[in-house]
């Protein structure tokens, strides 16, 4: 029936403005990375190393287990003691949510050789949609300029 | 505001019907995994009902309904309904969206073909660039979604009165169109 007629089907970076209208005081930091995808994303999924570099309200962090895209690891968080995450992890897409802390990432090629990242998340209100309005723009900014600082070390190392 | 629809073609099966509920039901207590889960479920459902409608803003139009869904997610008080609530939200979504952008045909000489129509089959995306945003939204929701006109209308909040007569003249008008 659906044969033929049109599709569209947002980006990750779209779905992540989407869904991060659903929690309270959420800020979605948007920008452009100088470095393509293949470049930007493997830096975000290296859980247990860049991560921690770029999204510094996580550090130490360890994969608990892995079963398919979602995944289960523990952290030390900048705001209290190691804690349990749980969420997905795939190619341009980055969800993980602890009962106190909520980190949103989404990456989307730009077809020009560089990678289009939107950052979301903050200190949650324990177990709710809702983040804490502190500090959920300057967070996404720095975020932002680590991984775009990262991505050009790699590039450059690559070279 | 909404009640519980037929499935729909990107709608689930009967039997996944109820992990959509409790997904919902998580969402709505704030297990934002839970709505990682639900936006996975809806955005090719969405797609599919705005990309006919706002044609080339349809990622556009997506997004915006889609933020609409989370924004709002708290007060749908029945998960069964969900798929006709966010049927309604991206419909809605994608005729604002594509009004927006200003690329509308005249209201007037936007002509429906008829359901099954071997014209419309031919070249979907042709057929509906002729068309009104408006007009595109009832033929999705009627052609791909199998809602009647009447109920279709009504949930764009478009007069039925006119759209009926519309589609009644519509279809000799589309034919010559389309044949000349």
Known sequence: ?159 | MAEPDPPASGGPAAGDRAATARLVRAAQRGDTLAMNDLLDELAPFVGRICAPIALDDGPDAAQEALTVVFRSLRGLKEPAALYGWVRTIAAREAVRVARRAARAVPAELAELPAPGDPQLAADIRDVLARLSPEHRAVLVLRDLEGLDERTAAERLGLRVGTVKSRLHRARDTFRKAWSA
């Open chain 1, 1 to 159: 029936m659906t044969a033929g007629w049109p599709t569209a089907d947002p980006d990750p970076v779209r779905r992540l403005h989407a869904l991060a209208a659903g929690v309270r005081n959420a800020h979605v930091t948007e920008g452009v990375v100088d470095a393509p995808i293949d470049v930007v994303w493997p830096l975000v999924a290296d859980l247990e190393g860049e991560f921690g570099k770029i999204v510094t309200d996580m550090a130490r962090v360890r994969v608990i287990s892995r079963d398919g895209d979602r995944v289960e690891a523990s952290a030390h968080s900048r705001f209290g003691p190691r804690a349990r995450f749980s969420g997905v992890l795939r190619p341009g897409w980055c969800w993980l949510q602890s009962r106190f802390l909520l980190v949103g990432i989404a990456a989307a090629d730009r077809g020009d050789g560089r990678t289009t990242v939107a950052f979301t998340g903050g200190l949650r209100l324990p177990g709710r949609a809702a983040l804490v309005p502190v500090g959920v723009r300057s967070e996404g900014r720095r975020n932002l300029a680590r991984l775009a600082a990262r991505s050009q070390a790699h590039t450059a190392a690559e070279r």
